[in-house]
């Protein structure tokens, strides 16, 4: 199984900071690899797949990078909504993982 | 639109069945690779299983053997069958779709599964 460490735990920012998150596999996952913002009480919602690529009306503040083990998400100016809890995902093997959780949260 | 809405969740004893429906519309069921995934209360998410658009179906370990995923085309709508259910299984269950880019880009409300006695 593909174990995915997201970091840091938590990260505390403020509305209009640049937030960098980390997410690294204990394998290569080519560039296979999702990032999803979860709410409180509600589904997750894909913002990137194929580690770059940014999903259906996902806004352009998003960004994804890395290949192999090491991959980031860059939210170049936090808006209210997207303090929650960002997950990864890799799909490369069987099981499907997903990451712990960065929870970003207001300073 | 594309949604998908779970039903069939609620309050079993350890040992009981339940099984979770995922009517879909705005596209087919069948044409995609459908999973469940389950996010126990304050943790994070687990995948639980997949059907593919050709019938094959992949678990977790932590419920292979108990679980079944099928799908009704006729209906559009994904099923969980959940047998020998374990405290360790209350979470939230949501049903979600993967067009082939590995990754799910549609989510259902979720519904709450308590295993409790």
């Known amino acids: 199984e593909i174990v995915l460490t997201q970091s840091p735990g938590t990260l505390s920012l403020s509305p209009g900071e640049r937030a960098t998150l980390s997410c690294r596999a204990s394998?290569?996952?080519?560039?296979?690899l999702a990032w999803y913002r979860q709410k409180p009480g509600q589904a997750p919602r894909l913002l990137i797949y194929?580690?770059?690529t940014r999903a259906t009306g996902i806004p352009a503040r998003f960004s994804g990078s890395g290949f192999g083990t090491d991959f980031t998400l860059t939210i170049s100016s936090l808006e209210p909504e997207d303090f929650a809890v960002y997950y990864c995902?890799?799909?490369?093997?069987?099981?499907?993982?997903f990451g712990g959780g960065t929870k970003v949260e207001i300073k | 639109e594309l949604q998908l809405v779970e039903s069939g969740g609620g309050l079993v004893q350890p040992g009981g069945s339940l099984r979770l429906s995922c009517a879909a519309s705005g596209f087919t069921v069948s044409s995609n690779y459908m999973n469940w995934v389950r996010q126990a209360p304050g943790k994070g998410l687990e995948w639980v299983s997949v059907i593919y658009s050709g019938g094959s179906t992949y678990y977790a370990d932590s419920v292979k053997g108990r679980f079944t995923i099928s799908r009704d085309n006729s209906k559009n709508t994904l099923y969980l069958q959940m047998n020998s259910l374990r405290a360790a299984d209350t979470a939230v269950y949501y049903c979600a779709r993967d067009y082939g880019v590995y990754a799910f880009d549609v989510w259902g409300q979720g519904t709450m599964v308590t295993v409790s006695s």
């Open positions: 194929e580690a770059s």
């Open positions: 995902q890799q799909r490369t093997n069987w099981p499907l993982t």
């Open positions: 394998q290569s996952v080519s560039n296979y």
